[in-house]
């Protein structure tokens, strides 16, 4: 997968996007074992990559994608949460977890009124993500290393041993630079 940092653009000639198509909307909101909580925005500095499978007569599907939402405008601060998931096949929900298909990490030390005796890094161990959208278009094609405006919609909801529980809303339209998987085993929560 390509890491593509959200804002940049990646013009070619035949782009008709532009990079005003981009847009941005999440929230994390994280819930602590004594009843506290804090939330940030995530859209201070996104990365984001996709791979997508590519046939002659059907749309881009994206078969795998990575989201890093940081809750933090200057670098150097640890707040940010990453979204991996593999066997996409659509929207639809996802487990979270090892060996699910969905994996979830978030580093809290810097984020806004997370309490001291919180503040490290989480992976989920368990949880959902429920996807509404997730396209790359409606032509049919081989777009490899192609800029797709690429559309990520959705919820999560996770929980880590020590009980940090996350949950996420993100809506994102950004420009990803086609790279071809084949078809993957869907791998949708029964």
Same mark, same amino acid.
């Given at each position: 997968?390509?890491?593509?940092?959200f804002g940049?653009s990646y013009?070619?000639v035949?782009?008709?996007?532009?990079?005003e198509?981009q847009s941005?909307?999440?929230?994390?909101d994280?819930q602590?074992?004594?009843?506290t909580?804090?939330s940030?925005?995530g859209?201070?500095?996104v990365?984001?990559d996709?791979?997508?499978e590519?046939d002659?007569?059907d749309?881009?599907?994206?078969r795998?994608? %990575?989201?890093q939402l940081a809750?933090q405008?200057?670098?150097?601060?640890?707040?940010?949460?990453?979204?991996t998931?593999t066997?996409?096949?659509g929207?639809?929900s996802?487990d979270?977890?090892t060996?699910q298909?969905?994996?979830?990490?978030?580093?809290?030390?810097?984020?806004?009124?997370?309490p001291? %005796?919180?503040?490290?890094g989480?992976t989920?161990?368990?949880?959902?993500l429920?996807?509404?959208?997730?396209?790359?278009g409606?032509?049919t094609?081989?777009?490899?290393d192609q800029?797709?405006?690429t559309h990520l919609?959705?919820?999560l909801?996770t929980t880590?041993?020590?009980?940090?529980n996350?949950?996420?809303?993100f809506?994102?339209?950004v420009?990803?630079r086609?790279?071809?998987a084949?078809?993957?085993?869907?791998?949708?929560?029964d």
């Amino acid at each position: 997968m390509a890491l593509v940092g959200f804002g940049c653009s990646y013009k070619k000639v035949g782009d008709t996007g532009s990079p005003e198509s981009q847009s941005c909307d999440s929230l994390v909101d994280l819930q602590f074992p004594d009843g506290t909580w804090a939330s940030f925005g995530g859209c201070n500095d996104v990365l984001v990559d996709a791979t997508f499978e590519f046939d002659p007569d059907d749309p881009p599907e994206i078969r795998s994608f %990575r989201i890093q939402l940081a809750g933090q405008e200057q670098p150097g601060f640890d707040c940010w949460l990453i979204i991996t998931a593999t066997g996409i096949c659509g929207p639809g929900s996802y487990d979270v977890g090892t060996g699910q298909s969905t994996f979830v990490q978030y580093e809290i030390h810097d984020c806004p009124y997370v309490p001291d %005796r919180y503040e490290a890094g989480y992976t989920a161990k368990e949880g959902i993500l429920l996807l509404d959208e997730v396209s790359a278009g409606s032509e049919t094609g081989n777009f490899t290393d192609q800029p797709l405006l690429t559309h990520l919609a959705g919820a999560l909801e996770t929980t880590t041993a020590a009980e940090v529980n996350a949950s996420v809303s993100f809506d994102l339209s950004v420009f990803i630079r086609g790279e071809d998987a084949e078809e993957s085993t869907c791998d949708k929560a029964d």
